[in-house]
Each structure stands twice: as structure tokens, then as C-alpha cells.
């Protein structure tokens, strides 16, 4: 597995780390033991980066890797990013310190630990991204040991480039596959100017860049792949990353067609994770996996040789031809 350095952090962590969504709530029913499978066959597989939030499952995400390390012991090597932020109404008046404390000692306790290691603000409105006593406040908290460091994931790449450029700021999370190539422009050359880590979230487009979805595909009713395709729970933009579904399934088989013209073995899903984890400037990308099987899979494109700047051109091409004119504009 790839190591690289996490930002501002300076842990270094794996390439290819773990988002932990999955082990909470949106995606169908994932038991506790299959939580616990997940997380096990990841850190057997070189995976030292995992991505939750307090709202994930309403804690059942930070409760399950606080109860995986705790059977870890000391000294496990993993680094956890936290989120908080969206257990109330996403307005600037309740990102202040009151909050910050209670958000903070709930993620601690729900992970068993006295410091968080990098807290990241879940998708705050802009004027947050921009509020100087938001940094203060967070500032204060590493200051008393609540937390390491602390990041922002963000929607927009204006959002990204807002936080890059505050001093304290780790890490950014932001939407990138090769869907949503964006932060190619001016967000990763920034990050990687200021030392900012970047950590790439929904890097299979919610499953659509593992090529395996069809147009007769059904997901179980309390997936958010059904509920959410426009953004009307939550963000326009995370569920198959605000990609058409349809016109999905047509990039997705190109991709696939990439995929299989490699000259080393590799699925869809692998390609597609290593093309983002290979990225100058992306410190590590989070798969969500249901299961153990997919987590070891993507765990293991963490290794995967270059894909070379020939494949990046036929990305663009594809991302061009079928997704540029709606989804650039956008965000
Ligand atoms: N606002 C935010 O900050 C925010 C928003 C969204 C996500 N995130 C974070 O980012 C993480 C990743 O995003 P995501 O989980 O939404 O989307 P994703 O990683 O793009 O897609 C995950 C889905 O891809 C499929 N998959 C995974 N591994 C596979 C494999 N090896 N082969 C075939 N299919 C595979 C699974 O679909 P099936 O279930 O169909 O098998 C899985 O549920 C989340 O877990 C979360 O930690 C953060």
C-alpha cells in the first residue's frame, strides 16, 4: 500500500483509506458484525485512514470503530477523521464554540478517546467556510487537546480554495472521481501549495465507476441511491455525485472499457480509485465498502502500478463528452 503524508496533520496514512457511511445508516442494512468485518479486513489490508461523522447511523459509525480500536489496543497505528456540523440546521449561528465542545466530547466518547484526530466541519454554508472566529473556535480546541488538527468537507471548489488558504486548516474533503474532475483546475494545484491534505470522498460515484449497475438496478428502499438521486434529503451532488443516472451508466461503461485496455489486472473499481490515489496532490481516497470483500479490493488499488498520463487523457475525454456541460458549472 501507497503511504503518503496527510496535510497539515504530518501522519502519514494509506493512500487508499476507508469511508465509514456505510457502517451507519443510508446504504440498506449493514449488521454490526459486517461493520466490524469491514474495518477488520481493511487495517488486514494496509488501510490506516478512516472517515466517519457523528451523524453517520447518529453515532453507530464512530461507535463501531471506537469499539474496533479499542479491541486494537495501543499503538494500532490508524488515524480517524471525525466530522461534526450536521446534527443541527446547517445555518453560521450554530457553528460556535458551545457547539464545537458538545459535538466534540460526543465523537469522543462515541470513539473512545481523549483526542480527536482531525475533525473536519461536514458541509457548512459558505459564510461559515469564510468566518474567521469559526477558525478561532477551532483553534481553541486544539489549543486544549479535544482534537489534533482539524479539516472542512466542503460541496464547491470555491469552498475548497476558501479553506486552503486559512493557516490551520489540515485537510479539505471534497467529491472527486473521475466524474467530477474539477478540483483538478485549481483546487489539488492549491492544496498542494499550502500543504494542504486532500481527502477524496465518493470516489466511485456511490458505485456507478465499479461499472457493476444497469438500468434494471434496484437498491433496498432505505439506500439514499433511491431517495436522494436529485438532492432533496441532502446535498445535489453526493448520491451517484449528481451524475444522471442513465447518462451514468453510458460514462461508466467507457470507463469500464479503459479499465480493461490496461496492461496489469485491475477491476473498474480499482482503476478508478487508483486514478484518483495516484493524483499529485490527493493524500488519500475513501472508498465506502459494504462488505469485507469490497474493502479488501479497494485496499489493494492502493498498490496498483501508475495508470500513466495516457489513461488521464481518455478520462477527460469521457468526462468531456458526457458530463462537463452539467456537472462543471455546478459547483
Ligand atoms: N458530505 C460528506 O462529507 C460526505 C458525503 C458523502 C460521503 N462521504 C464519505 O465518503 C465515503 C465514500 O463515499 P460514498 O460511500 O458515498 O461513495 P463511493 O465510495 O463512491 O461508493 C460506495 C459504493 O460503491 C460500491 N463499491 C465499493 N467498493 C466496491 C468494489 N470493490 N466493487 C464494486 N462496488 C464497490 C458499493 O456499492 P453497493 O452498496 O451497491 O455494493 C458502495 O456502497 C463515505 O463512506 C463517507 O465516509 C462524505
Given at each position: 500500500m501507497e503511504?503518503t503524508?496527510?496535510?497539515?496533520t504530518?501522519?502519514?496514512?494509506?493512500?487508499?483509506g476507508?469511508g465509514?457511511?456505510q457502517?451507519?445508516a443510508?446504504?440498506?442494512?449493514?449488521s454490526?458484525?459486517?461493520?466490524?468485518?469491514?474495518?477488520?479486513?481493511?487495517?488486514?489490508?494496509g488501510v490506516?485512514?478512516?472517515?466517519t461523522a457523528?451523524v453517520y447511523?447518529d453515532?453507530r459509525?464512530e461507535?463501531a470503530?471506537?469499539a474496533?480500536?479499542?479491541s486494537?489496543g495501543?499503538?494500532?497505528?490508524?488515524?480517524?477523521?471525525?466530522?461534526?456540523?450536521?446534527r443541527?440546521?446547517q445555518?453560521?449561528?450554530?457553528y460556535?464554540?458551545?457547539?464545537?465542545?458538545?459535538?466534540?466530547?460526543r465523537?469522543r466518547?462515541n470513539?473512545?478517546t481523549?483526542?480527536?484526530?482531525?475533525?473536519?466541519?461536514?458541509?457548512?454554508?459558505s459564510?461559515?467556510v469564510?468566518?474567521g472566529?469559526?477558525?478561532?473556535?477551532?483553534?481553541t480546541l486544539?489549543?486544549?487537546?479535544?482534537?489534533?488538527a482539524y479539516?472542512?468537507?466542503?460541496?464547491?471548489?470555491g469552498?475548497?480554495?476558501a479553506?486552503?488558504a486559512?493557516?490551520n486548516?489540515?485537510t479539505?474533503?471534497?467529491?472527486?472521481?473521475?466524474?467530477?474532475?474539477?478540483?483538478l483546475?485549481e483546487?489539488l494545484?492549491?492544496?498542494?501549495e499550502?500543504g494542504?491534505?486532500?481527502?477524496?470522498?465518493?470516489?466511485?460515484a456511490?458505485g456507478?465507476?465499479?461499472?457493476?449497475?444497469?438500468a434494471?438496478?434496484t437498491?433496498a428502499g432505505?439506500?439514499?441511491?433511491n431517495?436522494?438521486?436529485?438532492?432533496?434529503?441532502?446535498?445535489?451532488?453526493?448520491?451517484?455525485?449528481?451524475?444522471?443516472y442513465s447518462?451514468?451508466?453510458?460514462a461508466a461503461g467507457?470507463?469500464?472499457?479503459?479499465?480493461?485496455?490496461?496492461?496489469f489486472?485491475?477491476?473498474t473499481?480499482?482503476a478508478?480509485?487508483?486514478w484518483?490515489?495516484?493524483?499529485d496532490g490527493v493524500?488519500?481516497?475513501?472508498?465506502g465498502?459494504r462488505?469485507a470483500?469490497?474493502?479488501?479490493a479497494?485496499?489493494?488499488?492502493?498498490s496498483?502500478?501508475d495508470l500513466?498520463?495516457?489513461?488521464t487523457?481518455?478520462?477527460?475525454?469521457?468526462?468531456?463528452?458526457?458530463?462537463?456541460?452539467?456537472?462543471?458549472?455546478?459547483w
Amino acid at each position: 500500500m501507497e503511504q503518503t503524508i496527510l496535510g497539515k496533520t504530518n501522519r502519514t496514512v494509506s493512500a487508499v483509506g476507508l469511508g465509514t457511511w456505510q457502517l451507519g445508516a443510508d446504504w440498506g442494512n449493514v449488521s454490526e458484525s459486517d461493520a466490524l468485518a469491514v474495518l477488520a479486513a481493511s487495517e488486514d489490508a494496509g488501510v490506516t485512514f478512516l472517515d466517519t461523522a457523528d451523524v453517520y447511523g447518529d453515532g453507530r459509525s464512530e461507535q463501531a470503530i471506537g469499539a474496533f480500536l479499542r479491541s486494537r489496543g495501543d499503538g494500532h497505528g490508524i488515524t480517524v477523521a471525525t466530522k461534526m456540523g450536521r446534527r443541527m440546521e446547517q445555518v453560521p449561528e450554530n457553528y460556535v464554540m458551545e457547539n464545537f465542545r458538545a459535538w466534540t466530547d460526543r465523537s469522543r466518547k462515541n470513539l473512545g478517546t481523549d483526542t480527536l484526530d482531525l475533525v473536519q466541519l461536514h458541509c457548512p454554508p459558505s459564510a461559515t467556510v469564510t468566518s474567521g472566529e469559526v477558525y478561532d473556535a477551532l483553534d481553541t480546541l486544539v489549543a486544549e487537546g479535544a482534537i489534533a488538527a482539524y479539516g472542512l468537507s466542503v460541496e464547491t471548489c470555491g469552498q475548497a480554495l476558501a479553506a486552503i488558504a486559512r493557516p490551520n486548516v489540515a485537510t479539505v474533503q471534497i467529491i472527486l472521481n473521475a466524474f467530477r474532475l474539477k478540483p483538478l483546475d485549481e483546487v489539488l494545484p492549491a492544496a498542494r501549495e499550502a500543504g494542504v491534505g486532500i481527502i477524496a470522498r465518493v470516489p466511485l460515484a456511490s458505485g456507478l465507476l465499479s461499472g457493476k449497475y444497469t438500468a434494471a438496478t434496484t437498491f433496498a428502499g432505505d439506500d439514499h441511491r433511491n431517495y436522494n438521486r436529485d438532492g432533496s434529503h441532502f446535498d445535489v451532488g453526493e448520491t451517484f455525485s449528481g451524475v444522471d443516472y442513465s447518462v451514468g451508466l453510458e460514462a461508466a461503461g467507457r470507463f469500464a472499457d479503459l479499465a480493461a485496455g490496461l496492461d496489469f489486472t485491475a477491476t473498474t473499481a480499482q482503476a478508478a480509485l487508483a486514478w484518483v490515489a495516484q493524483l499529485d496532490g490527493v493524500s488519500t481516497v475513501i472508498p465506502g465498502a459494504r462488505s469485507a470483500e469490497q474493502a479488501v479490493a479497494n485496499a489493494a488499488a492502493g498498490s496498483l502500478p501508475d495508470l500513466g498520463g495516457a489513461f488521464t487523457a481518455s478520462v477527460r475525454g469521457i468526462y468531456d463528452e458526457f458530463l462537463r456541460a452539467d456537472i462543471h458549472p455546478r459547483w
